[in-house]
C-alpha cells in the first residue's frame, strides 16, 4: 500500500512561487511514473506534469518553462516547483503514483491560490 502526503500549497501573488511536495511511503521504486494534476474552480482535472522512474519528465502546455517537476529517490519525494504563477494557475493539486498494473494512488490535494 502506497500513501502520498502532499505540502506546500497557499496562496501568493501573481509572478510569485511555490514549491510543492509529494512525500511516498510503501513502494516507491516501483512506481511507473509519478506526477500532478490540479483541478481549477469550475473546470475538469488536467495533468499538470509528471516524472518516470528513469527520470523523463511531461508537462502541460500552459507550465512549459515555468514548472519543474523533479524526485529525491532517496527520499521518496516527488517536487514540483512553480514560478511565474499566474491566477489561472489557481487550482487544487492532487499528487498521483502510477505503478502501472493497478489504478493510481492518489494524495488529498493540496490548495494553490494566485491572487492578481
Known amino acids: 500500500q502506497v500513501q502520498l502526503v502532499e505540502s506546500g500549497g497557499g496562496l501568493v501573488q501573481a509572478g510569485g512561487s511555490l514549491r510543492l511536495s509529494c512525500a511516498a511511503s510503501g513502494s516507491f521504486a516501483s512506481m511507473r511514473s509519478m506526477g500532478w494534476y490540479r483541478q481549477p474552480p469550475g473546470k475538469e482535472r488536467e495533468l499538470v506534469a509528471s516524472?518516470?522512474?528513469?527520470?523523463?519528465?511531461n508537462y502541460a502546455d500552459s507550465v512549459k518553462g515555468r514548472f519543474t517537476i523533479s524526485r529525491d529517490v532517496a527520499k521518496t519525494t516527488v517536487y514540483l516547483r512553480m514560478n511565474n504563477l499566474k491566477p489561472e494557475d489557481t487550482a487544487v493539486y492532487c499528487c498521483?503514483?502510477?505503478?502501472?498494473?493497478?489504478?493510481?494512488?492518489w494524495g488529498q490535494g493540496t490548495q494553490v491560490t494566485v491572487s492578481s
Open positions: 498521483y503514483a502510477d505503478p502501472g498494473f493497478r489504478a493510481p494512488y
Open positions: 516524472i518516470t522512474t528513469i527520470g523523463n519528465t
